[in-house]
Structure formats: C-alpha cells, structure tokens
C-alpha cells in the first residue's frame, strides 16, 4: 500500500524523506522515489525493490532539494517498474499519489490527443497532465489544483510541487488519509503520523475533500468547495505511534473511515485496474472444475461468507455449502472430491475456523483463507492464501476488514463465473468496475456523518432492535445487529426480510425501531413489502435504501440514504450505514467501544 511523504525543509530533505519512507514500510511496497526542487527545477530518483535500491542511486546521484516528495509504491495500474515508480512528474509538477483515479482511462484519452505524453502505465500521471493543462489555460498554481481535484473520481492522498516554486507544497485527501506535521521552520506531509514521527508529533489530518497548501511557515487548508477551513491540531503521543487513532475518538471510528482506502489496496490485489478484469492467483486448482465451494468462519466473517454464498451461486453458479465454524467443527461434513473449502479470518487464529480447516484438509479439500494477518496460523496452514489488506484492526467490532473479506469474495465470485464460461468478458468488466467504484461510494456515506448521529441517539433508547433484508441484505442485516449488540449491548436481531411473518412479527410494537437493509434490488418491491406490514404495527421503520422514501408508500421513522450502485457491491455499501448507527449508538451509551465487556478480539479458544 502506498507511503507518501513531502517536507519543506530548512537543509537538503532526501535523508529525511528516506527516513521518513522507512517507516511506512510496513505498509508493503515494491518500488520508491523521491523528487526535489534542485535551483528551481525538478530532480527525481526512482527505483525498483527495496529502499537501499532508492538510497544507493541517491548516493551516486546525490538530490541537494530543501523541498521534496517521496513515495514508496504498490503497484495498482502498471508493473512494479521504474518507469511507473512515483513522483510522477513533467517539467512544471511532480507528483506522489495514495489510491486509484477510477477515470484516469477517460482523462488519457482526452489529454493525449492534446499532446500531453504519458510516459508510464500509472493512473497517477493522468494526475500530472490534468494540473499541466489547467496551467496551460492560465490557472494559478491554487486554481491548478483545485480544478485538477475536481476532475479525478476516485481515492486519493496527493503530494504536489512545482517547478521555480521552492518552499511550496500541495497537499489533497480524497478517501485515502494524510497527515501534515508541524515543525519549526519546517512543514511535512505523511500517510499517517508514524511517519513523521522524528520530524514532529503536532499533526493535522486532512478531512475527505480537503486540499492544502504548505509553505515554510505554515499552511492553508481549504475543503471541496474552496472554502478556507480549519482542523484541529493534534499531539501524536511517542507511544501510540505505532497505530493511532488519528483524529478520532476511538479506533473503530478510524477503522470505519480508512475503508475506501483499505478497499482499494485490497482490490488492487486481485484486479488489473488497466484492463479491468480480475487477475486471481494460482490456487492450485482448475477453478472450471471446482464442483462446490465449502465456506466457513466465525462472527462478522461468517456473515461476509454468507454473501458470498449468493454471489458464487448466482455470477459462477457453483454450489456453496457455508456453516458456522463452531457446527462444522463437529458436524463434520463429508467433503473431498475435488472441492474447494474458504476459510474467513480476520485475525487467523480463530480456533472453530481452525479446527474446521484441519478438517477439511483431511478431507483432501483445497484449503483457501481469506485472512488479514498473513502470519497467523489459519494462513499458514492453508494451500493458498487470499490475503486481506485492510491493515491493523484493533476495534474489537469487525468492521474494515469485513469490507476487505467482502472485497476478496467479490473477485473469487469473479475468477470463478470467468474460469466456467458462465462471466462473459464484458460482464466481467461491468462488475470489476463496480467493485472499483466502491471507495468512493463509501468516502460519500462517510461524509454524511451527521444523519447518523441523530438516529443513533433513538436507537440508543430502544430495548430490542430488529434488522430485515432480503438477498444479500440479509447477511447485512445479521451484521448490522452484531455490530449494535456487540458495542452497544442493545439487544438486536437480524432477520431474513421473509422469515418475518413466521415469528418475529410477534415483537413489533411501537417501541422496537425495525431497520430494514433494502437496496433497489431485484428484491426490493419484496422487502417493502415486509417493511410495510412493519409499519401497519406500529413498529420504526428505519430504511437504509437508494430509493426515494416515498417509494415504500408508508411512514418512516428515518431514512438513510444510499448512493445508487452496482446491486453486485451494494453489501460493501450497505456496509458502513450499519456499522455508523452501531458505532454512534455506543457512543451515545458511553460504553467502551474498542473494547466492549466480554469480547476479545481474538477468538483462541472454543
Ligand atoms: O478473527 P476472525 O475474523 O476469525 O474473528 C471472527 C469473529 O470472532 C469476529 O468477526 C467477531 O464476530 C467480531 N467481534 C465481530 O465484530
């Protein structure tokens, strides 16, 4: 995942740009660069592999630079090679970019014909030619930017500078965070405050739409629209440095907003964003002939198998056998010929999902986990390993590396429906570019923040709490009730839309708020069906759906809206809502959100 660093500094900035790129390392990367502002002009140094590689060619050629960008690269768009190593620059800018421009394809196409020259396979040099032309039509460096912001979908962290203008830094966040820190007579930019940690622990987190601009002696930010704004100046503590919480109160929070970034990173892991299709890893099996998948997992990643479930049989038409590992520990299904079985792990040591692996593998299965730390037992043990890179999770409620478990069984789906003739090319390419516009459809539920908060404090006086779906919203709505149940200790059910008249109907009174997960599916007209009979009980209907409100025919108590998508990525979307109300809930109930009572992170004992 991509590391970004700037500084404006009083002496030459490369050993500190290396120093500070070390200590994004651990983000994983497979190249780096760093460009400086040498008499005025650009100077950059690039290399493949490892940082000695960047610093030996520094040493050979030497950047003298008080105002520079570094990047430490993992390849998205384009082979992890020199040539698409960043800064990214022409003569007039430079360049270093955390994320994915969705329409980088669009803007080539129309610069190119321009004669603008692109010179590697990236989506950041769209970046470069976008600011270069609006310079070309006579925009100050401000105006540059801000219209270049404004023309890129997608998530970003961008670094800036420009030739002739030492002593002068753009910064943007667009989905992907970035920290500036203060120092005396010096300014820095990072990914996050580890990086910056030698430099100076007076941090300021940009916000999503926020671009600025640094000099020597301090800094502007402005938001979307241009307008001047503030954020708070924070202390980054030594021993919290190496995960913090940023700017939020509590590590879930951090957690919920860093997933259109950890989606990206995890999507660029099994797609090729220049073709847009999805380029899956050898599992060691002929996936044409796989004749089921066996799927199992515990908690929050039981619920993203569930999904799966329905997007395997329905994009591969494969069977899915998927159960509890706890059940199929004991139940000890009969598996073998020629299967594959999936395992689900955050953290890769639960011990039901364990022990159900040991079993399948004894039954002579193909053992695949999905699994966020690759160190961990479930992912060694496995024949291949599906990682997640949704990075540390240390809010004990699941919530990014659920969208990243999402996110993997997405592109198996995919690589499955490809592999038997059932996914046509450009069927294909319709869901990966769904897939692809997911971040930014989160980073816009993310900026909506506020409608939440005011439904939390509802919800924070209910006793029972009811959540319905239909399809893939029905694993949404299991998840929605853990995620409440869990932080907030509100008793919650998630409850198959359809399965309402044969019992939970019972519990509809006023009093019990019903949240009902029903995107403008297939399946829609069917869930506004249940949600009505709901509503003729009394109960609070609180809907999370892309329709107009009026379009259920009946009263609400609330309506969360969500952007219109792909019904392929509408669980990834309908994700956050259900995570937002439960996280602002506990929050409203004051309980300790991180770490409620009882619950451990990590599951190692049955
Ligand atoms: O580490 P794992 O993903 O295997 O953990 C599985 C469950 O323990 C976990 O998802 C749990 O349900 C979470 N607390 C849910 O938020």
Redesign the pocket.
Known sequence: MCGIVGIIGEKGVAPDIIDALRRLEYRGYDSAGIATIENGHLERRRAEGKLRNLESRLLSEPLQGRTGIGHTRWATHGRPIERNAHPHMNGRVSVVHNGIIENFRELKAALEPKGYVFESDTDTEAIVHVITEELDQGATLEQAVKNALSRLHGAFALAIIFAGHDELMFAARQGSPLAIGHGTGEMYLGSDAIALAPFTNAITYLEDGDWAVLRRDGMQIYDRAGARVERPLVKSGASSLLVDKGNHRHFMAKEIYEQPEVISDTLANYIDMTTGTVNFPDLGIDLAKVPWVTLS?????YYAGLVAKYWIERYACVPVEIDIASEMRYREPPLGSGGISVF???????AD?LATLRHAKAEGERVVSIVNVRTSTIARESDALLPTLAGPEIG???TK?FTCQLAVLACLAIALGKARGVITAEAERDLVQALIEVPRHMSTILGNEKQFKAIAHDLSKARDVLYLGRGTSYPLALEGA??LK?ISYIHAEGYAAGELKHGPIALIDENVPVIVVAPQDDLFDKTVSNLQEVAARGGQVILVSDAAPEKVGCKLAAHIALPVVSSFTNPLICAVPVQLLAYHTAVVMGTDVDQPRN?AK??TVE
């Not at 997992?297 to 990643?301: Q, V």
């Open positions: 997992a515990c908690g929050t990643a689900v792990s955050q953290s890769g040591e639960t999902t004990v409620a699941s590396a853990l995620k869990e619950l990590s599951v």
